[in-house]
């Protein structure tokens, strides 16, 4: 008969387990892991750790810590000295921790220590990737190669609305003792957490649709915790920067380190208000090159006038001889030209005087032939005329009838009744026209 295992409540299988872990793992085990959550209660601080594929970013293990308000109020403290950051979502970490189980609460890990140094090894080298990534890509220096424009004054800003650095930022340009004009236009993002680097990429992407509207980028961040700053390491947000055709001024408000942001972008400064006096400064050198430029243009322009004045009195003084030259030379030159004018005049006038002498002399000949022309044709018109006068038929015997003037040709036109001329050599006949057995006849 086979004996049956004892049956066991929960709690004594959760105080079995407890015993095994104790007995088992005694001691501190340092663990690297990625923290995914992290938060405080009454100075307590609960952590959710994750370990992800390298490639993908896929859990592959998962655990719940915790940090006592004892350890933590030390821990925390020591690792932002080091590291100038606290602990934040998406900071590797390599903590030493002890197994602890609960009957009650479950498995937990109990954070005793966390190692800065490892930190920030993690995050230079995260750094150090993503320098490497730009340089490789040819866009590491691409933004810093930008100029400037002379006239900055159109400044695009990248902040957060509330920021103080903000304020203080738009009030030093307003303000500045040189009487300088600005024009600056915010584009709102998320300046801490993890949205940082997606943020800041909207707005750049807002920007670029208004890229001839300004003459330069500003981002700035004002405030808010040092451990914030994680966002700006980001691959994705420098290749925006490095890639964005304005110049991008950071300002992100801190001293210690530079973030990838700040190393390709065109111009770093530590706060809000160093960029504000960078665009001031840069506009103050332009305006001493411009008064520069205008002395120097002013002596130049004065020495050339010396230089001129000494010329023309030059020039004055050689003018009366020079005239004197010139007014003999045409004045020989006249003289010449008048004498050839007059002697052509005269051939001209001699060879007219010869040419109406020989038509004076033709003339009289060609009048008489023309008369003579003239006459024999005047003969033939008078014979012609003569020829048609209308009396020389009515000599012959002929006559002519009228009616209304108007010789008649065809007597069928003429109606009964109508009176008619006839006219004969020696005088006329008037008569009457009758109708007689479908024939006119005359009364």
């Known amino acids: 008969m086979v004996e049956k295992e004892p049956i066991l409540t929960l709690a004594e299988l959760n105080g079995l387990v407890r015993a095994t872990i104790e007995r088992q793992l005694d001691r501190n085990y340092w663990v690297e892991a990625e923290l995914m959550e992290i938060r405080e209660v009454k100075g307590h601080c609960y952590m959710e750790l994750v370990q992800k594929a390298p490639g993908n970013n896929t859990p592959v293990a998962r655990a719940s810590a915790k940090c006592w308000r004892q350890t933590w109020a030390v821990m925390a403290p020591y690792f932002y000295k080091v590291t100038d950051q606290w602990p934040s ?5 390599l903590l030493s921790v002890y197994p602890q189980f609960h009957e009650t609460y479950g498995f937990s890990w109990i954070v005793t220590a966390i190692d800065p140094t490892y930190t920030i090894g993690d995050m230079a080298r995260k750094r150090r990737e993503i320098i490497a990534r730009l340089k490789a890509e040819g866009v590491f220096d691409l933004n810093r190669q930008l100029r400037l424009p002379l006239f900055a004054q159109r400044i695009a800003v990248i902040s957060s609305a509330s920021a103080a650095g903000y304020g203080d930022f738009c009030a030093q340009l307003q303000e500045n003792e040189d009487h300088f004009r600005f024009h600056t236009q915010l584009f709102t993002s998320v300046m801490q957490g993890e949205q940082v680097a997606g943020s800041i990429i909207a707005a750049l992407d807002r920007i670029h649709e208004r890229m001839d509207e300004f003459d330069c980028v500003v981002i700035i961040r004002g405030g808010g ?6 966002g700006f390491d980001s691959l994705e947000l420098a290749e925006n920067v490095a890639n964005f055709p304005l110049p991008v001024i950071t300002g992100i408000g801190h001293e210690r380190d530079e973030c990838v942001l700040d190393m390709i972008s065109h111009t770093r400064v530590k706060t809000p208000t160093a960029a504000a006096a960078f665009l001031i400064d840069h506009l103050r050198e ?7 430029l205008q002395d120097r243009i002013g002596e130049l322009t004065l020495r050339r006038m010396q230089v001129e004045q000494m010329r023309l009195k030059r020039v004055s003084d050689i003018l009366p001889r020079q005239f004197s030259l010139v007014r003999s030379t045409h004045e020989s030159r006249l003289q010449r030209m008048e004498s050839r004018i007059r002697q052509s005049l005269q051939r001209s006038v001699m060879q007219r005087q010869s040419r109406l002498e020989q038509l004076a002399q033709r003339l009289p000949l060609q009048l008489t032939a023309i008369i003579s022309q003239n006459r024999h044709r005047l003969d033939m018109l008078e014979q012609k005329a ?12 002929y006559s002519i009838t009228l009616v209304g003037g108007k010789a008649v040709r065809d007597a069928s036109q003429i109606a009964p009744g109508t009176l008619m001329e006839t006219r004969l050599e020696q005088g006329s006949v008037i008569s009457k026209v009758t109708q007689s057995k479908g024939k006119q006849t005359t009364d």
Do not use: E, I, N, Q
């Not at 979502?89 to 970490?93: A, D, E, N, S, Y």
């Not at 915790?225 to 994680?230: G, I």
């Not at 332009?286 to 520069?292: E, I, T, Y």
């Open 225 to 230: 915790a040092t451990s914030d700053l994680s």
């Open 286 to 292: 332009v305006a001493l090159r411009l008064r520069s």
């Open 386 to 397: 003569l020829s048609l006068d209308p009396l020389l038929p009515l000599k012959r015997g």
């Open 89 to 93: 979502v998406g900071m590797k970490l």
